[in-house]
């Protein structure tokens, strides 16, 4: 995510992120881990995981696609009118 | 008695209502402004009198059995023998008489010594008073000292709170005419303006009658005054007054300069006075004269003694004794020794009160300790300065106010002032003030107070009278003259002859007051003030002259020796046979010194009178022109002067001799009527038509003075010039031989059967002597030493004592008689005869003349003396001022815009403004450098993220150790 220049490749990685992060949720919320738990406290904060990684990886297309409609390139760092 | 109060404090704030009546109401009232304050005087006239009546009945004079009176020394009853003594003095007389037990075997002799009674073994008895407040203002402090508003009521309050009142009624009568000028505009032809013309303003009628009303609540305060402290309030008010009244004409440099000074002269002489208040409030711990009932705050009454009590306590038989005060105050004792072993001399209270400091006992026995050395100390003669002091003190007060040398000089100049103002102000009220204050204060003068008083009322007197034989102002001869009485009435009170000079001032009032409202007439008609304008005015103004006559003639003395005489001679033959046995009394020549003089005066006196009146009114008129216009004043004016000519005639008589002059008078004022004399000047109402139709006017004087012009229109010139000619004179001799005769034998047969009647009702006593001597101060009856000076002061009544008779009061009225002839036949030879040149007089004598005529000096003396100094100073201090001390200021205004330029500079630019921008500079950077950090590179952002949440997972692991669920 932080070394793809590739606007996909970004979005790859954030993908990457947001599952990695659900494994630990489900690992660290199993009965292994925690003694107080129902059981399914992190398959179902995963579960919000996968939503949200969902919508955002469509929003996140949806600007890729408007980046590239404008600048006829999708590579991040073309992306820097917002400094400043 | 108990309304007494109340009446008095009506009659003094009638005056003050109606001040400020007219204050307000100036415009409405116009010139109804004069009644509101003539009623007001009047009101306070006929309460005044309303209150004689009253004191009459509790208190009559001494020497008639009449009911009621109980303070009464000794009352000896058999002496009918004495009383029938014909005498001049024929009622002093009978005032001895009754109230002296017969002299004991060897009394003649009187005991010399300091404060012997020298009449007899009888206690000074008090004199009838009645003192009390109105109202305390405040008191302060331990003793505590009492500002209140008091009244002091005796025989001396009564008979000036009359005379002032009569004379001020009088008087506004009188100025309702003399003041008409000022109920329309005015052309005041001694203004001139810078354009050449002369000044035209509005009449200022009410504020002269505001002013008047002031006058009269001032004087009479001053009179119902029972503080000392009161008397200054109302002395500066009566001050005042006097400078608005003079000041009248204010758009008259000549008036206002005079206002002015007349107020300072009078300044100076208060210093002296409020000198003296200091020493008596310090010493004696109170300013009234009565005595004092207080509440203390634990509810306990005290009384307090009053000044007169203080100094003239029960105790030492009301003899002057040093108070405990002073003596205290200046008591010395020695407290060490030098190194060459002489006595250090300390204060011997101190020495007590240290001495006393340390002992259980402390302050009670100090003070008992400080009583008993007291007698001692007083006898060793501490103190006593202060006494002198204190008396020196109200006497430079009087000074001023009564014109006295060296203060004379404001008064000549008062003549500025409207004549009304002239005749009520500065000859019978506020110059008497001074008067009545010495009179007044009599118990706590010392013998040597008296001294200084005589000196300077020989002083004075001489003074007055010379200067007036050169003045050619009739105002100004009448301003001497009064500056002259003056000092012969202080003259005769520093000679011990306290009733003397008190009747003096009684009587003088009357006539001089008299004098100037007829010579107001007279500059009325002629327009003028200067006496070589005038002559033969007699035949113009027959009522003027003739009173005018009364007033000389009452201001010279004129009598039939030891029988009868005018007010005049009364109360001058008092104050010469008081002069003379002072002289007896002291037999050296420096004590009748003060005899000589006061003859002197009294011949001087005559004589520039009689100048006066021969140079106005006999002879041929001086200037045709003045001589054509002048007439006889309206009645509003003519009246009161003769209402006052006739007090002039009789204040002083024995009441009961009135009958006499009551008849005579009646034969006067008949025939006049008879003759027409008043025709003249007051025509009826059918002649007024008959002038209107002829266009001759028979009477132009007459018509002129029925539609109140004082200037005749000159359309009526040609014809008056005409018709004085033609005009009937009054006829040569009106006075027939059988009508004087019918005159005589009816004046003496009425006036002995209504003397017989008045005196069948017992109050054959009361005259203006008698009832002056119930106001005696208590004490003064008795000779006096003083303690620095080794002359004796005889007392009054020693003069009259039968035993006296031809060594005193014999000399002294025929010496009197001789005075006054002397004196008319010397200014008949000049004036009227003229056997004697004026003229080459006066270039025989020019040093003297000129000395004379330029008021000896003392104008020119002060301002080189005071005023050119002041000026010197003055200017340097302006020099000073302008130099350096508004350099110095304008230097300091520099010096601040300098370094407020500077401190801008400094203080604001550099540090206030540089801390501002440099604040705002380093935000700014950090601003800038905050900005490197948005690249806009996502990468970078993206490891941000990385980075932070790095970050936070670290600091949480720091803080959060987990434990693993079980």
Known sequence: MATKRNA??????????????????????????????????GELMAL?????????????LAIALNFYNNHTTIDVDHADELKG | MEHLPTIYGAAVLLPLASFFIILIFAQQLGKFAAWVATSAILVAGLLSFLALGTWLTHHWPAGVHHGGHEEHAAPVHGEAGARNQKSESGYFVALIQESVPPPAPGHETAAHGANEAGHG????AEKPVKAGEYYTLGQFGPRPLRITISYYVDALTVLMFCMVTFIATCIHFYAIGYMHDELTEVKDKEVALSTGKFLERPGRYPRFFQYLSLFCFSML??????????????????????????????ERKSASTAANKAFIVNRVGDFGMIIGLMVIWSTLGTFSFGPVSWTDDAGMNHEDPGIFDIVRPAAANHQLIVPDGMVQADAKEPTGETRHGKPVMGSGVADIVRDHASSRAGLESADSEIAA???????????YWLLVLAGLGIFCGCVGKSAQFPLHVWLPDAMEGPTPVSALVHS?????????????????????VLLVIATIGAITMLLGASIAFTAFDIKRVLAYSTVSQLGLMMLALGLGGWLAGLMHLVTHAFFKSMLFMCSGSVIHAVHSNDMRKMGGLYKKMPVTAITMLIGCLAIAGVSVPFIVGFSGYYSKDAILEQALSFWRANQTPQAGLFFVLALLGAAMTTTYMFRMWFMTFAGQPRDHHAYDHAHESPP????????????????????????????????????????????????????????????????????????GHVFPAHAHAPEATVLHGARPAPSESP??????????????????????????????????????????????????TGAWTKWRWPNEHFAHEPANFSTIVVPATLLASASWVGGILLAGAFFWWRALNAEDVRRQFAPIYSLLSNKWWFDELYDAIFIQPTMVVSRVIAGIDKRWIDGFLDWLARSCVWFSRVWDMIADRTLVDGFVNLLAAWTYSLGVSLHAVQTGRIRQYVMFIVIGAFAIFFLISLFWSPTLAR
């Open chain 1, 8 to 41: 996909i490749g970004v979005l790859l990685g954030i993908e990457l992120v947001l599952n990695g992060a659900n494994l630990n949720f489900v690992a660290f919320g199993s009965r292994f881990l925690r003694s107080d738990t129902i059981g399914l406290d």
């Open chain 1, 48 to 60: 919000f995981v996968i939503v949200l990684a969902a919508a955002e990886a469509a929003v996140a």
């Open chain 2, 121 to 124: 073994e009888h206690e000074a």
């Open chain 2, 221 to 250: 305060g001053l009179v119902l005054s029972g503080n000392i402290a009161m008397v200054f309030v109302f002395w500066e008010l009566v001050g005042i007054c006097s400078y608005f009244l003079i000041g009248f004409y204010v």
């Open chain 2, 373 to 383: 050395r007291t007698p001692d100390w007083r006898a060793q003669g501490y103190g």
């Open chain 2, 428 to 448: 019978a009220t506020m110059v008497a003030a001074g008067v009545y204050l010495v009179g007044r204060f009599f118990p706590v003068f010392t013998p040597e």
């Open chain 2, 636 to 707: 509003v004016m003519y009246m009161p002067v003769v209402v006052l000519s006739v007090l002039a005639v009789s204040v002083a008589w024995n009441y009961q001799y009135i009958g006499y002059f009551a008849i005579a008078a009646a034969f006067f004022v008949g025939r006049a009527l008879q003759q027409g004399w008043f025709k003249y000047i007051r025509p009826s109402h059918a002649e007024h038509e008959d002038v209107e139709h002829e266009t001759a006017a028979h009477y132009p004087v007459a018509h002129h003075a029925q539609t």
């Open chain 2, 735 to 784: 006075l027939t031989w059988g009508w004087v005769a019918l005159m005589l034998v009816c004046t003496v047969v009425g006036g002995f059967v209504l003397q017989k009647g008045i005196a069948s009702r017992g109050i054959e006593g009361l005259s203006l002597a008698a009832l002056l001597e119930q106001a005696r101060p208590t004490g003064t009856l008795a000779d006096a």
